[in-house]
């Protein structure tokens, strides 16, 4: 339509010339042409058919490529929930192969039957462990297909230069930033709901079965599939012969005939479904008359081996004491002999100086005593006396330290 309007067309321009003889050395010139062709108005109205016809066209194409699109997600959305349930039944089917071949495994213990049939159910497990790998690997290939069909890329157009684990961690956060999250969590713990069994009391089936049922909220999981349960000790081992485990009822089975002398067991049950899953540790007590005994003698053990360290500490602190006592008496001694040896030095140095006293007096033990000195002649009687009065200080010390070491 465009073609059929008349032409306008704009012009200007602007010369300079370096001779200095001219008048203008510049000069600028504009004008306007408008035209049009009249043979192009008798074409007018098959223009504007033709330019319908276009305008259809482009819509059409629009809504098919909008159809295309549509069709490619609702394929793609088929094709993930197709492969969801397959991988479900998938796991479904590893879960059962596994207790089969748990149970022939123990049956082969009690009969003692050839193993074949356990590498019949051994080959058969693997089979399932097969499809279940494949099976989760559709399951993937269809989740990258939705997100494909709605224009999202979740690699990298530089895998070339990155090495696995980039490119998984890539992966992973585009999942989780296109993705949806679901959560899972437990709403009433096990160990909350009182999980004790009692045994049987005056059965007379031969049968003594006890059973726990936990309550039906227990978890709460978002997604979609069926919630599994699954029932195994602490470490994740399978559980004891005497306990059985019932998933549709969500209750547990004791069978006393052939329990051991276990009062209690701790456990872990998990709940999923095809997109979450949780896991809740608690304890069951399946005798509570024996775990009480066994609690009580516990108590009286660690009462015993409480008291039998105490009695242990007093017993050191006891023999630290007598130790102690032991070397104060002996550094006691050890003063009362150094005392003993000063009173018998001072005893011997008294001793010498009288002798020296007596050997510069010259006297005689002959001769006539006087005032306890023994002295020979008139001229002597000042030393004698001074000799006198150092014997009695020297006595006085002796009987001082004699009277001290006997308050000790």
Do not use: C
């Amino acid at each position: 339509m465009r073609s059929l309007l008349p032409g306008l067309k704009f012009n200007s321009n602007w010369n300079y010339s370096s001779n200095d003889y001219l008048m203008n050395q510049s000069n600028t010139d504009y004008g306007t042409s408008i035209g049009l062709n009249l043979l192009n108005v008798f074409s007018a109205p098959k223009v504007k058919e033709i330019t319908k016809a276009n305008t259809h066209i482009v819509e059409e194409q629009r809504l098919a490529l909008s159809m295309a699109v549509l069709s490619q997600v609702h394929l793609s959305n088929v094709d993930y929930a197709l492969a969801r349930e397959e991988y479900e039944t998938s796991e479904r089917y590893l879960y059962v192969a596994k207790k089969i071949t748990e149970q022939v495994k123990n049956a082969q213990k009690i009969a003692r039957f050839g193993n074949l049939e356990i590498i019949r159910e051994e080959a058969s497990l693997l089979v399932a462990e097969l499809r279940n790998d494949i099976s989760y690997s559709k399951f993937q290939h269809s989740i990258a297909q939705m997100f494909t069909s709605v224009g999202i890329d979740i690699t990298s157009k530089y895998v070339k230069d990155m090495d696995v684990e980039e490119y998984a961690n890539v992966i992973k956060n585009n999942f989780n930033t296109y993705g949806k999250s679901y959560y899972a969590k437990v709403n009433k713990p096990l160990n909350k709901q009182k999980p004790i069994i009692f045994p049987p009391e005056n059965n007379s089936s031969e049968i003594m079965l006890g059973k726990f049922s936990f309550s039906k909220d227990t978890f709460r999981l978002q997604g979609s599939g069926k919630t599994r349960y699954d029932l195994t000790k602490k470490d994740g081992s399978a559980l004891p012969r005497w306990i059985k485990f019932l998933p549709s009822q969500r209750s547990i089975l004791v069978d006393y005939n052939e329990k051991d002398e276990t009062d209690e067991i701790e456990l872990i049950i998990t709940a999923k479904n095809i997109d979450v899953g949780v896991r809740n540790k608690f304890t069951l007590t399946v005798d509570p008359a024996a775990k009480k005994i066994r609690l009580a003698e516990e108590k009286r053990i660690v009462k015993e081996k409480k008291l039998a360290k105490l009695k242990k500490i007093e017993q050191e602190k006891n023999i630290a004491k007598e130790k102690k006592q032991a070397k104060h008496k002996k550094i006691e001694q050890k003063k009362k002999i150094a005392k003993k040896k000063k009173i018998i030095k001072e005893k011997k140095n008294t001793k010498e100086k009288e002798k020296q006293l007596l050997a510069q007096l010259k006297l005689d033990k002959r001769v006539a005593e006087k005032n306890g000195i023994i002295y020979k002649s008139n001229p002597n009687i000042k030393q004698a006396k001074k000799l006198a009065k150092l014997q009695k200080i020297e006595a006085k010390k002796l009987a001082k330290l004699q009277k001290i070491e006997a308050k000790k």
